[in-house]
């Protein structure tokens, strides 16, 4: 059976605003690779040897740094929204550029999840389904798209967003389509996946069903998550091919000078260029390309944007300065 993907890099991401006013948010560095890497890479882990990225926002920047994905040991394509269409739209106006397969893997760009890909794609052949929603219980399921099974994992209801959520399942954001369902979402319309096509799906009895993984999940559409998410590939918490390989606690570009008196730590990343002076601290941070730390500063858990000068004694924590 084969099978493709198409990963949503199409948002602005508004939330990390102003750090993704020049960036879109999927090219953001996580572990010092754009985040839309660890995701190809999980991609083409199982076995997956083609991937279209659906973009929008600074549609310009993708291609010249995943190129055609040789490097990456999977076949990539380009599908540019014009106008954005919304998930269902997205993926719809991404499946013109598919090979013929037989079902289709859909990433959303802002999730870092450490579940079983392979699983999932076994799950869904088992149900003999449809789709397979991959689902994951929080404590708090309000803002997000909210989950019903009934016996057999089968999805009873899916509710996106609601003050008293019916379940703490929620939509983890990977789906696995049968081929035929995404030719039947409208095409060239703004269609939600979440608001229309799966309530759609359970009103016509098709057999949706939702794989339960309770492995490490974060969305990292806010400054905090994206320095979580960037620590914990650094230190291990979470795996990904994409991570470069590094000693310790941290990653440090090879031209990047750190005074010796100083401590980086708890899954920095230190980009090219950096300078950090003497008896600094960097915990938990990323430091962009060019940006100068100056003597005694501690910049903890935060983000400091590219060619941006910290001065002498400064303290940073949980912030991002210089976007």
Known sequence: MSTSAILLVGGKGTRLAPITNQIPKPMLLVAAVPFTEHQIRKAAQVGITEIVLATSYKAELFEPYFGDGARFGIKIKYAVEESALGTGGGIRNAARQLSPCNQVVV????????????????FHKINQADVSLYLTKVEDARSYGCVELVEGNRVKTFLEKMDKPVSNLINAGCYIFNRDIIGKIPFNQVVSVERDTFPELLALKSRVFGFLDSSYWLDIGTPAALVKASADL???VIKSTATPAHTGDQIIATNALVDKSSVVNLGSVI?????VEGNSVISGSIIGKGAKIGRDCKIIDSIIAPKTQIEAGMVVISNYLGF
């Open 234 to 236: 650094v230190t291990g």
């Open 107 to 122: 990433f959303n760009g802002d999730v870092l999840s450490g579940h079983d890909l392979a699983a999932q794609l076994e």
């Open 271 to 275: 980009d090219s260029e950096v300078v």
